[in-house]
């Protein structure tokens, strides 16, 4: 079975909170590499939209709770990769945000092994009950508001977004994370974690 890199990422806020993606980021988001972005949300600029469609022409988005201008983007969506399901939301309609149990009953509803949210601008990834569950942070390191992990608490946003490699019923999810070091150096750290869907039970 042949391997689709997907782009996940979301909360860029560009211009409003952040001047742009990361230089250095922007450096690895060529185009022809990238199958599929699945943007979740708060995009607010017709520039970061055009960019994101050069990356890849497989641009799907959802409403983030900023995206005043885009009406009609869904609040959530469903792909396919392999025999993974794959549900993504920016994560303001999951009430407490970033909750454990409410991405869970999200899931379930959406019938997905795995669901991607946003919102709290801060990378997490873990499995529960058989779901994998990714936030890919914000791609622009852009402050939050509100009083989410990470949103409005005062810490500073590491920007970060995530490419996943599908095959079959293996995920591995590659997270990008610019870091910057005690002499002020920024760099590009990247992490990977697994995924494999479940056998079902006989």
Known sequence: MTSRLVLCLGDLFIPDRAPDIPAKFKKLLTPGKIGQTL?????????????????????QIVKGDFD??????????????GSLRIG????????PPGDADALLIAA???????????????????ELEGKFFVNPGSATGAVGTGSGAGVGGGEEVVPSF?????????????????KTDANGVENVAVEKVAYRKPSPSS
């Open 39 to 59: 943007c979740l949300g708060n995009l607010t600029s017709k520039e970061t939209y055009d960019f994101l469609r050069s990356i890849s022409p497989d641009l």
């Open 68 to 81: 005043v201008e885009a009406p009609q983007l869904a609040l959530s969506k469903v792909v396919s990769h």
């Open 88 to 95: 993504f939301t920016h994560g303001h309609t999951v009430i």
């Open 108 to 126: 379930r509803q959406m019938d997905v092994d795995v669901l991607l949210w946003g919102g709290t601008h801060v990378f997490e990834a873990y």
């Open 162 to 178: 995530c490419l996943m490699d599908v095959q079959g019923e293996t995920l591995v999810l590659y997270v990008y994370q610019l």
